[in-house]
């Protein structure tokens, strides 16, 4: 199929990409095929004689707005809300699937105990204030004898918000360390604060592909990374002739759309940016305008990049000169109406990845793309009130009584909360504190840090964890007592205000009462507030606090629903370059980071190269599948339909050589002997040969979850190498390698692309 073939099919069902099952071709004949999509239109099924309730999708965090249609008690079906701004009546395949998460079998449906081992999945059931009264007697007990920092929580998503405020309550600061900044965005919110004064990357991204004349992703996925009007303003931008450059070591969804593919070497990307950067200054591609009057450094960015040729990274990247100098010269030609993508998952490498995400936003300031259409743009905020019920008072601590944050070796880290490493690292070692107790929530323990290893250790150091948890899954194996949280579709949460082009604000509110034993995370607070004595939580119910925040953007629940549970604002994405004020100490760009250089960091990125694979190993690396959400989904009843288990990537020339035909099933060995599930191998020319990929979040080890157990393989259980990254601490999850196993024979990956000596090598025990 020809780009501009797919392009006119897609304009129609965006959406039907990520719905479109991508059944094990190689490269995205697969994910594409949409040929069939075609027919499926965007569609709005009426209301079938169904209620409509207006909510917020969580079946990712992007939170589209959706109708929720019920009949005879019973979800029947999830569309878009046709008032959204954003996705229109379009979800992806996930938010579609939200009514097999509400009706799977596998949810935890009543507070549960733990009676066999930790991790084992055995347990008692229990009622809520059985429950309620283990964890506050724990709660107490620990912050009696190791003091209030003993306690930590670890939380990611909208259901988190609540229970936090009982750890601040009990007097800890250790709380916070969500995955989606530590594991995530983290290396790039830094680089982007610091050189443009705001993070681009918030649980939206701020960046105009749409109106975009040429884009460069960076890794990048998307459209197997699917956040539905992600896709869209990318699809948009393509309809409308922007020319893409994808860099990328896999051959993405998004590369089989781009005019210019660079098959990178893994982990060398800073290299082509700082070469790109040399030779956009060299010949001055750059918006004079814009960087004399709105950029400071910009001679020391200069004399500092001048050193790096095309030659030099050519040779580094494994690319060929042509295509990097065609790249850079169709990105200039578009400025300043330029998208260099921000990315999102930035923790691959530890030491470069903040340098990476910063060299973007410098080339996006060289481009002046700041704050015009096709660039990064400006959020605008929506004004909304804050209610005073829900939350309890911060306990104030004794000044002995330190947080980790305070104690942390990663200077920027406690700007964003407490580094995941920081935290695990006390519970494993007892520095600089014992931390003795862990509340979860909304996060899979085992599958979303590297080393989970490490992570076994770390809990069973602990007096006790308990966990909020929907579904039996890893995190709930793990844990002391289950609190079962209800499904999005049964409950409230707090208010969506969204910042993006043009801004709106919504409600998540119940379709449906919550099925059997299960709380509302307020009401698990309320519970758990009471047992402790801790104040606060006050209002009656949900819709009492949601009243009281709607009340600042002169709303009430019952006045937004009348329109359509939905209202927009003017956005003020873009402003005049001439009277741009960044939010940056000078309130200019800063092409050279001032306070890196005071905590001895590189102040302009420098390419420092990650080691190579060993001698007979592949590098793993891994991505998002368009259907799943990380390991959240693998459970449900139509997406496990669609993709059961993940594969290995692996390139042709090497599966020749080794003899692997495609599907044929293996097992992977990391360099530090660890083994894996058995995966099947997806053998395609798409994949470097010096790399292996496979999607993240399968191979659940709990055997709660029927469907999901032991259905391919978890990357995670490959990571035992993790580097941290030198500003906050985040953890790399691409410093890992590979060989096969197959039947009784372990197989060495040839190595066909000659590494070259800038490059050192990583040394295994078993290479
Ligand atoms: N369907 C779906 N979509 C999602 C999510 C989901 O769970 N499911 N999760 C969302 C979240 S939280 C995030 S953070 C994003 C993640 O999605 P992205 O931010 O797009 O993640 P990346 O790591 O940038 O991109 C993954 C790609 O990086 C390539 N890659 C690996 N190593 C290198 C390298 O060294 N250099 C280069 N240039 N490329 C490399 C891989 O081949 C792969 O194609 O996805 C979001 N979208
Ligand atoms: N190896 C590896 N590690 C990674 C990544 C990777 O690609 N590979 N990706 C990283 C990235 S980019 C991110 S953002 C993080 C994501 O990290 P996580 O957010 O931890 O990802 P999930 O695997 O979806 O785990 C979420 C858990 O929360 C539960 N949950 C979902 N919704 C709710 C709810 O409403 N209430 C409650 N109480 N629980 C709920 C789910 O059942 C699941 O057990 O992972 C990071 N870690
Ligand atoms: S992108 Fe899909 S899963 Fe995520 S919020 Fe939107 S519809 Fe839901
Ligand atoms: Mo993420």
Not at 30 to 53: C, Y
Not at 89 to 117: E, F, H, I
Not at 654 to 669: H, K, Q, S
Request: proline share 6%.
């Amino acid at each position: 199929m020809n780009r501009r073939h797919f392009l006119k099919m897609s304009s129609a069902t965006a959406m039907a990409v990520a719905a479109s099952t991508m059944d094990g071709l190689p490269g995205q004949a697969g994910l594409f095929r949409s040929a069939q999509a075609q027919e499926i239109k965007s569609f709005s099924t009426g209301s079938l004689g169904a209620t409509e309730v207006t909510s917020v999708c969580e079946m990712c965090f992007w939170r589209c707005p959706i109708v929720v249609k019920v009949k005879e008690g019973k979800i029947i079906k999830i569309e878009g809300n046709p008032k959204s701004p954003v996705n229109g009546t379009r979800v992806c395949a996930r938010g579609n699937s939200g009514v097999q998460l509400v009706y799977d079998p596998d949810r935890v449906k009543t507070p549960l105990k733990r009676v066999g081992a930790r991790g084992e999945g055995k347990w008692a059931k229990i009622s809520w204030d059985e429950a309620f009264g283990e964890i506050a007697h724990n709660m107490e007990k620990v912050k009696k004898k190791y003091g209030p920092h003993a306690l930590a929580y670890f939380d990611h998503g909208a259901s988190a918000e609540f229970m936090r405020g009982i750890f601040k309550a009990m007097g800890t600061e250790n709380y916070t360390s969500e995955p989606a900044f530590f594991q995530c965005v983290g290396p790039a919110a830094l680089a982007y604060l610091q050189t443009v004064g705001y993070v681009t990357t918030g649980t939206r991204q701020y960046n105009d592909m749409a109106n975009s004349k040429a884009m460069l992703l960076v890794a990048s996925h998307i459209g197997e990374n699917v956040h539905v009007s992600h896709v869209r303003e990318f699809i948009d931008g393509l309809q409308n002739g922007s020319k893409l450059v994808v860099v990328d070591p896999r051959y993405s969804a998004a590369a089989n759309k781009a005019d210019i593919y660079l098959p990178i070497r893994p982990g060398t990307d800073t290299a082509l940016m700082l070469a790109w950067i040399n030779y956009v200054i060299q010949n001055k591609l750059y918006d004079k305008e814009f960087v004399a009057n709105k950029c400071d450094g910009f001679d020391a960015l200069k004399k500092e990049v001048n050193g790096y040729s095309m030659e030099w990274a050519a040779k580094i990247c494994d690319l060929k000169i042509e295509d990097m100098k065609a790249a850079i010269k169709e990105l200039a030609k578009a400025a300043p109406n330029v998208n260099i993508h921000p990315g999102r998952h930035a923790t691959w490498y530890g030491k470069g990845d903040t340098g990476r995400h910063q060299a973007y936003a410098i080339l996006t300031a060289l481009f002046g793309a700041v704050g015009v259409p096709g660039g990064i743009y400006f959020p605008t905020s929506v004004k909304t009130g804050k209610a005073e019920c829900p939350e309890p008072e911060k306990t104030e601590v004794a000044e002995t009584d330190i947080s980790i944050k305070d104690e942390t070796e990663y200077p920027f880290s406690s700007m964003f909360g407490t580094a995941t490493r920081d935290l695990f690292h006390a519970m494993l070692t007892g520095k600089p504190y014992p931390v003795k107790l862990l509340g979860v929530n909304g996060v899979n323990i085992m599958q979303t840090l590297p080393n989970p290893y490490d992570t076994m250790k770390a809990i069973n150091n602990l007096d006790f964890i308990f966990c909020e948890e929907m579904m039996a899954g890893e995190t709930a194996i793990w844990s002391d007592i289950v609190l079962p949280d209800s499904v999005y579709l049964e409950r409230y949460d707090g208010l969506y205000a969204y910042d993006g082009l043009t801004p709106y604000l919504t409600v998540r509110q119940p379709a449906i009462k919550p099925l059997h034993n299960v709380k509302s995370p307020y009401d698990i607070a309320k519970g758990l507030a009471k047992k402790l004595d801790i104040e606060g939580y006050s209002c009656k119910n949900e819709q009492e606090f949601l009243n009281e925040e709607l009340k600042g953007a002169g709303l009430s629940l019952d006045a937004l629903n009348k329109q359509g549970g939905l209202v927009t604002y003017k956005g003020n994405p873009y402003r005049d370059p001439k009277s741009l004020k960044l939010g940056t100490e000078s309130g200019k760009v800063q092409l050279y980071v001032e306070a890196f250089d005071d905590e001895d960091l590189d102040a302009i990125p420098k390419f420092d190269p990650t080691p190579a694979p060993p001698k007979g190993f592949a590098r793993l690396i891994y991505g998002r599948a368009p259907m799943h959400t990380f390991s959240r989904t693998m459970n449900n009843l139509w997406l496990n339909n669609e993709m059961p288990e993940n594969k290995l990537w692996l390139n042709d020339k090497i599966a020749a050589r080794l003899n692997i035909m495609d599907g044929e099933e293996i097992i992977m060995e990391n360099q530090d002997g660890k083994r894996s599930n058995p995966i099947k191998v997806l053998v395609t020319p798409g994949i470097r040969p010096d790399s292996v990929f496979m999607y993240h979040g399968f191979g659940s080890k709990s055997k709660h979850l029927s469907r999901a157990y032991g259905r391919g393989a978890a990357d995670g259980y490959m990571m035992t190498n993790v580097v941290a990254d030198p500003f906050i601490g985040a953890d790399s999850k691409r410093t890992n390698f590979v060989r096969i196993i197959k039947g009784d024979k372990t197989l060495n990956i040839p190595e066909l692309a000659k590494v070259p000596s800038e490059i050192p090598r990583f040394k295994s025990k078993l290479a």
